[in-house]
């Protein structure tokens, strides 16, 4: 399926991996060949985006990319580099949706016949191009002593009070690369397999997504959302040693801490947009565990007015506290600063509206960015910072977190 999906200039393709906990409506979604194209480049985001939601009633799919709701961002940020290439936004509204869940397949089509799909999809041949050549050289844009300057300049600002936790990040890239997508993200879901991840191509820019974070979703007028933060690295030979990963993880004061910090980010942020004594937190601390890591994941919930659509929910809500910190606007100006390249669609979200209004958006982390005109590959990882963090920790952290891409890419 995705092979047939990936003769089209732009697709995109969301799967739970059987992660049946997480209020997923479906299994799997695939949409493919725009129709109708909402686009943005730096500049005011949401009333235009707000205009084009009104006229529409169909399925949407596309991304918002970090800073596409801070129209101060791209002037702050012209110094950083930026190599991705994706839109500031882009949302699509397809020829084709194949939802797949409870083991039935269910192709929509606005002009095309679905059983003419279904058959062309069969006919695909299944590409046995290796994910990449064997001889992916990845470079840093920061060296671990840099990295730990950096940390310690991070952890001053903390100390003086400009802010209480920042989510630092830096980009690992590839230039001149050549990759065959379609083989590679199946690899990196093989090998970390998880409940946000997407296939996603826009013309020649690809984002091979492994996400485990859910940025936003909404049913109906609840309004779900699910920060990380808390990390922990599984010992999966060793049942006892795993278990004692995990219970020290749970356990753990400075990542309740950090995790904490974004929750009551976004509650403020759902109080902005939610009935009054609505916004509840449903789990605090839940540990969740994935093939390469443990996660500290808390669920927040609120009910939104009738009518309260995605672009409300954009500005209330966007970009996401658990890849800022806290305060927002402070950090993401430290961050600017500290940082090496744009962030561009990491940190953002990849995800879908359906033709009733729901949506479900994830966090583009865990994510390889692939620029196919340029042959320029990267991924970026990061971690928040508190006055408890120690920047040694939060290298090897960050070295954990890009584990399964970096094995995937060998």
Not at 107 to 129: D, F, G, R, Y
Not at 192 to 212: E, G, H, M
Not at 333 to 355: K, M
Request: hydrophobic share 35%; glycine share 6%.
């Amino acid at each position: 399926m995705l092979n047939w999906a990936n003769r089209f200039s732009v697709c995109c393709f969301l799967d739970n991996n059987g992660y049946q906990q997480s209020y997923h409506s479906y299994e799997c979604l695939l949409a493919v060949d725009p129709v109708t194209v909402f686009t943005a480049e730096d500049g005011p985001l949401l009333p235009p985006l707000a205009h084009f939601l009104q006229q529409q009633n169909d399925w949407l799919f596309g991304h918002f990319s970090y800073h596409s709701t801070l129209p101060d961002y791209a002037v702050d940020a012209a110094h950083l580099l930026n190599e991705s290439g994706f839109p500031a936004a882009f949302l699509f509204q397809p020829e084709t949706v194949i939802e797949i869940k409870n083991n039935l397949v269910r192709i929509s089509c606005l002009h095309s016949n679905p059983e003419a799909v279904w058959k062309a999809i069969q006919q695909t041949s299944i590409t046995t191009e290796a994910a990449t050549n064997g001889n992916v050289q990845i470079q840093s844009r920061f060296s671990k002593a840099e990295y730990l300057h950096t940390i310690e300049q991070l952890l001053a600002h903390i100390k003086r009070g400009d802010c209480y936790e920042i989510n630092f990040c830096q980009e690992f890239f590839a230039p001149q690369t050549a990759i065959a997508p379609v083989p590679l993200y199946q690899k990196l879901t093989q090998l970390s397999p998880t409940p946000y991840a997407a296939f996603y191509k826009v013309n020649q820019q690809y984002a091979l997504c492994a996400s485990p974070e859910r940025y936003l979703r909404k049913q109906g007028n609840t309004l779900i959302s699910q920060p990380i933060k808390g990390t922990a690295k599984r010992v999966t030979h060793h049942p006892q040693q795993d278990e004692a990963a995990r219970e020290a993880l749970y356990n753990s004061a400075k990542e309740r801490s950090e995790n904490v910090m974004v929750v009551d980010l976004v509650r403020n942020d759902f109080s902005r947009i939610c009935l009054p004594g609505s916004v509840i937190v449903e789990e605090l601390f839940g540990i969740y565990s994935f093939p390469q890591v443990h996660q500290m994941i808390s669920t927040i919930k609120g009910e939104l007015p009738p009518g309260t659509g995605l672009a409300k929910a954009l500005a209330a809500t966007f970009p996401m506290g658990s890849m800022t910190g806290a305060p927002k606007e402070r950090v993401i100006a430290l961050t600017n600063r500290y940082e090496r390249t744009q962030r561009g669609l990491y940190s953002g979200c990849i995800g879908y509206i359906t033709p009733e209004g729901d949506f479900d958006w994830n966090v583009v982390i865990r994510s390889i960015l692939y620029n196919a005109d340029k042959q320029y590959l990267s991924y970026q990882v990061g971690g928040g910072i508190t006055f408890y963090s120690n920047a040694d920790k939060e290298y090897e952290e960050c070295l954990l977190k890009a584990a399964a891409i970096k094995k995937a890419l060998e």
